[in-house]
Structures are given as structure tokens and as C-alpha cells.
């Protein structure tokens, strides 16, 4: 298999620290390289719709959510993973663009809920479609075999983080 430029680095760091196992700094290093790389290659896509990554986000969590395809800002930002501000930064752009609208909450009437409105669902439509396909160029390199491996070990990564 063609080295990487993490193989590089943890040549050099052999070389230097030969008493030190690096092994962990391949797969971190290249985890790290390769969130960048692919969230270029997913902004690409969003760019033709004139979203970001953050408010495709929203506007996906809204339209899986299932009719009427509203959540509170709460629920977004804690499906998210942001805090609360960057929620309603994201949540004011889409609202001007007329990709969702804020509406009283009728079961408490001091909050509110983020509806997906038409625009919102044509648009979120059409760049999940495009997203799924870029998704599937990205992963091409991959056997199905290696995607299910894949998949198995970067879930018990993330579950060892989030339980």
C-alpha cells in the first residue's frame, strides 16, 4: 500500500523517540486528516445549495424528524452538539432565507418551535439527495466488507466517548 504523509511523521518520531510507541498518533493523525478532507469534500456539495455544513445540519434534523418537521431549539442544539448560540445564529440565517420559520410552541406557550417550511423541505430535498451521492463517490475506495469494519470500529470509538 502507498505511504501517507503520517507515515512520515511517524517515521520521524520513531527515529527520534525510538523508546516511544507512536503507533496511536497514526490513527488519530490520520482521523484528524481525514475529518478536514472530507469536510471540504461535504461543504463542496452543500455550496451548490448555499449552505454550510451547520445549516444543512438543521435543516436535516428538522426534515427526519417526520411531520410536521418542527423541533425546539433545544432539541436542535442538543441533537447538534452545539451550544445554543451557534443555534441561534444558524437558525436566523435559515430564517431569513425563508428555509424555516419560528412558531409558538402551543404546549408552553412562552416557548417556540423551528419549522421546516416549503422552501426549507424543497431545498433539504434535493441537497440530502446530492449529499448521499457525494457520500458514496467519497466511500468508493472501500469494499463493502472494509465499510462494515469500518463502520463497527469507529462505532465503538464514538460510543466509548458518548456513554
Known sequence: MKPDPVDKI??????????????PMG??????????????????TFSEFDLTVGE??????LRRSGQPYQLSPTELFNTLMVSS???THRIDRLEQAELVRRIPDP??????LIELTDKGFDLIEKA????????HRILSVLAESERETFTQ???????????
Open 85 to 87: 448560540g451557534t443555534m
Open 153 to 163: 470500529l469507529l462505532r465503538k470509538l464514538l460510543v466509548s466517548f458518548e456513554e
Open 107 to 112: 404546549r408552553d406557550r412562552r416557548g417556540i
Open 10 to 23: 511517524l517515521a520521524q518520531w520513531r527515529r527520534e523517540r525510538p523508546d516511544l510507541d507512536v503507533s
Open 27 to 44: 490513527i488519530i493523525g490520520r482521523m484528524g486528516r481525514l475529518a478536514k478532507h472530507l469536510e471540504r469534500a461535504i461543504q463542496e
Open 56 to 61: 444543512f445540519d438543521v435543516l436535516a434534523a
Open 128 to 135: 440530502v439527495e446530492a449529499h448521499v451521492v457525494n457520500e
